[in-house]
């Protein structure tokens, strides 16, 4: 065999076999578990609200959360379904108190996250925090959850939290479908129901059995406040869409829109391609320094009612989708960086009957297309750029 056909065999049968050994350890998972895996009734719509990492890592402290609590009221951006508050890493103590309890870090958390959980609590919102399924955090600043999890779920029930994000480092190369399942049976005991994101960066293909494990899971490492990075993220999401569904989603990662390395129209094709794929929206900037564009794309209701739609589909490529009331959500991309183009959207490709007569909503302009469409539809785009409609049939 040649040398370039012997190395696709390897790379496919190291694949196949690793993939072999995840289905018979969640068969397992699944006929001694199946009632303690995940039924908390959370997640019916994708997530949204507002993480700390992407702007701060692990330079946190109450005083952030509390801020950032209170812009998303002030804002009027919980109105719109961002209610989450998510404190990510850093926010504990390097060792354990003396009964093994988490302990919140003594200088930049004084009050606790039991006050921090009251005071968003208080704001109508929900808080949520950050676990290792390893022996340390991502940023080793505090213990991980690895032996510890019945432990640590109650602690957080105790503490009021309604979400846990639950990272993937210093796992001692234990298989993730030998940590993440134990977990979720410790939430289901732990009293209070949790949301549970699934953070392990699509390292073990968690969409194909991320479900009854969690609420919603990485497809990919993580995202940066760049272009490429952020299209590279939603093509490789883009592959499990079928797997997503009420209750368990694919996650491409937080939203850098705001963080400044991009441009508004780039920033509106990132929240454009994570709504109508369904995504977690978690805002990822300083919510206090958010200047008009920022708050103009995160507040925009009707590219946000595309992502809560009750039906639940997530897009696939070329970026469209069933919605309830049957009708179809449509993003027409541009990613070209220097010349605009023109694109098409042919009904066959889109789920449509090609003889349909449709009425167009455009999401970003807010207004409904005087012509009518039936077949196809065509738009030119500029770079870097993209439309984003609802098709309504009306004939």
Same mark, same amino acid.
């Given at each position: 065999m040649e040398k370039g056909k012997m190395l696709v065999f390897v #790379?496919? %049968? *190291?694949?196949?076999?690793?993939?072999?050994?995840?289905?018979?350890?969640?068969?397992?998972?699944?006929?001694?578990?199946?009632?303690?895996?995940?039924?908390?009734?959370?997640?019916? %719509?994708?997530?949204?609200?507002?993480?700390?990492?992407?702007? +701060?890592?692990?330079? /946190?402290?109450? %005083?952030?959360?509390?801020?950032?609590?209170?812009?998303l009221v002030s804002s009027g951006l919980s109105e719109l379904g961002y209610i989450y508050v998510n404190i990510? &890493?850093?926010?504990?103590?390097? %060792?354990?108190? /003396?009964?093994?309890?988490?302990?919140?870090?003594?200088?930049h958390f004084p009050s606790g996250i039991k006050a921090l959980a009251d005071y968003v609590h208080k704001k109508g919102l929900k808080l949520g925090i950050y676990a290792d399924a390893g022996y340390y955090t991502c940023a080793k600043r505090m213990p991980g959850s690895l032996g510890y999890e019945e432990q640590d779920a109650k602690t957080f029930a105790?503490?009021?939290? &309604?979400?846990?994000?639950?990272?993937?480092?210093?796992?001692? !190369? /234990?298989?993730? *479908?030998? @940590? +993440?399942?134990?977990?979720? @049976?410790?939430?289901?005991?732990?009293?209070?129901?949790? +949301?549970?994101?699934?953070?392990?960066? !699509?390292?073990?293909?968690?969409?194909?059995? !991320?479900?009854?494990? !969690?609420?919603?899971?990485?497809?990919? &490492?993580?995202?940066?406040?760049?272009?490429? @990075?952020?299209?590279?993220?939603?093509d490789r999401n883009d592959v499990y869409a079928d797997f997503a569904k009420p209750g368990g989603w694919n996650d491409p990662d937080m939203l850098e829109v705001g963080n400044g390395?991009?441009?508004?129209?780039? +920033?509106? #094709?990132?929240?454009? =391609?994570?709504?109508?794929?369904?995504?977690? =929206?978690? /805002?990822?900037?300083?919510?206090?320094?958010m200047d008009d564009d920022t708050l103009e794309i995160l507040s925009n209701a009707e590219v946000i009612a595309v992502n809560q739609d009750p039906l639940g589909v997530q897009a696939k490529r070329v970026w469209a989708g069933p919605l309830s009331e049957y009708r179809v959500a449509v993003l027409l991309l541009n990613k070209f960086s220097d010349r605009r183009s023109e694109i098409t959207a042919e009904w066959e490709d889109i789920g449509l009957d090609p003889s349909t007569v449709v009425q167009a909503r455009d999401l970003w302009e807010h207004e409904t297309l005087e012509r009518q469409f039936v077949g196809k539809m065509t738009v030119t785009v500029e770079p870097h750029s993209c439309k984003m409609y609802v098709l309504k049939p009306i004939a």
């Open positions: #790379v496919l %049968t *190291l694949l196949f076999c690793s993939l072999c050994d995840s289905s018979r350890l969640m068969k397992n998972v699944e006929s001694q578990n199946r009632r303690n895996l995940l039924a908390n009734g959370l997640g019916l %719509t994708p997530p949204m609200g507002w993480n700390s990492w992407n702007h +701060y890592h692990e330079n /946190i402290n109450e %005083t952030i959360i509390r801020k950032a609590a209170n812009v990510d &890493d850093g926010w504990g103590e390097m %060792t354990r108190d /003396i009964d093994g309890n988490l302990v919140p870090d003594k200088k105790s503490w009021g939290v &309604d979400y846990l994000k639950y990272d993937n480092c210093n796992n001692g !190369g /234990i298989k993730p *479908l030998q @940590r +993440y399942p134990i977990m979720t @049976r410790a939430l289901m005991k732990a009293g209070r129901p949790i +949301y549970f994101s699934l953070c392990e960066w !699509g390292d073990m293909h968690p969409a194909l059995w !991320g479900f009854p494990v !969690g609420n919603s899971w990485r497809t990919s &490492d993580d995202i940066d406040d760049n272009w490429e @990075r952020m299209v590279s993220r939603i390395k991009m441009k508004k129209h780039e +920033y509106v #094709v990132h929240f454009s =391609l994570w709504a109508i794929s369904k995504a977690p =929206l978690l /805002i990822g900037c300083d919510l206090g320094k």
